[in-house]
């Protein structure tokens, strides 16, 4: 029967194999990732599903976050989504759930005051 200690030793020297070559391994650069997408103007309308022009409208009145170079409009999708995300309306139960927790917070915070 083997030493579990010689085992271990020996799983451990193959993780630290394995890491320093990782470590020593040239990062290849490879596609960005789909959530840190830049958009054009056209790409942005395209993915919300709004003329251009209501896009232009919405960036003019601060409704929809981008970026700006040189005289160019670039949108985040992330920030797209999140924009989105930000009309999402509550369940019933949501705010059911808020009111209960608001009317004992508050009954936590009157008791207190005698």
């Known amino acids: 029967m083997q030493n579990p200690f010689e085992e271990i030793d020996a799983r451990l020297?193959?993780?630290?194999?394995?890491?320093l070559e990782m470590k020593h391994k040239p990062v290849l650069p490879?596609?960005?990732p789909?959530?840190?997408?830049?958009?054009?103007?056209?790409e942005a309308a395209n993915f919300l599903k709004l003329s251009v022009s209501t896009v232009y409208s919405k960036v003019?009145?601060?409704?929809?976050?981008?970026?700006?170079?040189?005289?160019r409009l670039y949108f985040s999708k992330l920030d797209l989504?999140?924009?989105?995300?930000?009309?999402?309306?509550?369940?019933?139960?949501?705010t059911a759930r808020e009111a209960k927790i608001y009317c004992s917070t508050k009954n936590e915070v009157g008791h207190g005051k005698s």
Do not use: C, V, W
């Open 60 to 71: 003019s009145k601060g409704e929809l976050p981008s970026m700006k170079r040189d005289k």
């Open 30 to 32: 490879g596609p960005q």
């Open 13 to 19: 020297f193959k993780i630290e194999a394995l890491l």
């Open 34 to 42: 789909d959530h840190d997408k830049l958009f054009s103007i056209e």
């Open 81 to 94: 989504l999140n924009y989105i995300r930000q009309g999402k309306r509550k369940t019933l139960s949501d």
